[in-house]
């Protein structure tokens, strides 16, 4: 008997919230109790997609070569951003085998070797930061004097970026990840950093060959890149840099407004590596959902048919709570037993700078709890800023003193 479930859930309306903290979504909350497989409609696109939040489920989709990202380029899908984020033919909107070949042009920079290359240069920078943050002594913005700059300098050092360029990185990255600034501003700002990106692939010598950009010239002179992936490519790594000013800001914010657990991570430092993958299942690292796949067939997902044709989310988040993987999964635990979190996604898909941004979360914890003694906020919990219409949750500022 065929158990597939032919009616249709209703279309849920998911505003984007800004919600203070790290608060899960309530939407979301509803939506995982409604069921496996619901529908949803978000603030900008038109008419609906799918919605799967269960962690089995959700991996399954993430890599299913049934759901195509290549697919939506082009399709006006109800997503949360005015915009979409990777420019036409980017390795966020490929499928393999082309994402494949896209990513293979810059794997050598994300190997453990590669990422290990870049530790000394960013511990070096880490310590110039926290030394100067000392010296000036308190209070001081925690956000704007090192969880910015940092991972800034380091995905610039790893791209190849000149330091003359870094400084509109920033603001070019914060105007295309805000869903505030309005669609124009936003694909502005995408197409100078594009522009720029052009310029220094263009520009012979530029690049130390192991960086980034020297991997992609080198492989656009080889002919297996084109030009115009390579700059959608640099794109894609150069803002993902940001996600880590705003998962540790979060972590921050847990570990000050749970002061029991700074204390154990100064005096059990062997407990940090497994703290910080907790923290990172805990945290919803971004509002609503990401990009969207397309079924290129019928599939029966959780017993419900999902037609050709029509767009999918998964919701990496409501995987990470999923009670039926994570016991007490709204409860913040560093003693969990380890078990895979899909923070950093999941499949083809899995983020490339996974590595590295575990890298610069661990060098910046590590500079918390060791370097900033009696660290507490500067002001009242309350009165603490969270970042508005962003894609990305994170503290807008962490006013704090030592």
């Known amino acids: 008997m065929d158990s597939t479930n032919t009616a249709l859930p209703p279309v849920r309306d998911w505003p984007a919230l800004d919600l203070f903290g790290t608060d899960f979504d309530p939407v979301l909350a509803e939506l995982m109790e409604e069921g496996p497989v619901t529908r949803l409609k978000l603030p900008h696109g038109d008419g609906w ?16 070569p049934r ?9 006006d899908v109800t997503r949360l951003a005015p915009h979409f984020i990777p420019v036409d033919g980017a390795v966020g909107f490929e499928d393999p085998p082309d994402h ?37 002594g308190p209070p001081a913005d925690l956000t704007e004097r090192l969880l910015a700059p940092f991972p800034l300098a380091v995905v610039c050092d790893l791209m190849g970026v000149p330091a003359e360029h870094r400084a509109r990185m920033h603001e070019w990255t914060n105007l295309i990840l805000s869903s505030s600034q309005g669609a124009e501003r936003s694909q502005q700002a995408k197409e100078e950093m594009c522009a720029c990106f052009a310029e220094l692939l263009d520009r012979p010598g530029s690049a130390d060959e192991e960086s980034v950009l020297g991997l992609l010239g080198t492989a656009v002179e080889n002919n297996e890149l084109t030009r115009s992936e390579a700059v959608g490519l640099s794109l894609l790594i150069q803002i993902g840099g940001e996600a880590v000013t705003n998962n540790v800001g979060n972590m921050v914010y847990l570990l000050l407004t749970r002061p029991q657990l700074l204390a154990r991570l100064r005096t059990e430092p062997e407990v940090r590596p497994r703290a910080i993958e907790e923290m990172l299942r805990y945290i919803p ?30 919701s990496y988040l409501a995987a990470n709570r999923d009670p039926s993987v994570f016991a007490d999964p709204q409860t913040l635990d560093f003693d969990r037993t380890p078990k895979p979190h899909v923070s950093f996604g999941y499949g083809p898909h899995y983020c490339v700078g996974a590595m590295l941004a575990k890298l610069e979360t661990e060098l910046l914890i590590d ?36």
């Open 49 to 64: 997609a799918w919605l799967v939040t269960r962690y089995d489920d959700v991996r399954a989709v993430a890599n299913d």
């Open 67 to 75: 759901f195509s990202r290549k697919l939506v380029a082009g399709q």
């Open 100 to 136: 494949t070949r896209l990513r293979r042009a810059v794997a050598p920079a994300f190997t453990s070797r590669g990422v290990e290359r870049l530790r000394k240069q960013a511990q070096a920078t880490l310590d110039e930061l926290v030394e100067e943050v000392l010296r000036e």
């Open 285 to 314: 690292h971004r509002n609503a959902v990401g990009l969207s796949r397309i079924a290129t067939e019928d599939v029966t997902v959780a017993g419900t048919r999902i037609r050709a044709g029509e767009p999918v989310y998964v």
């Open 367 to 402: 500079a918390v709890a060791d370097r900033l003694p009696g660290l507490r906020f500067a002001v009242p919990v309350e009165e603490l800023r969270f970042r508005r219409g962003a894609l990305i949750r994170g503290p807008e500022s962490l006013p704090v003193t030592w």
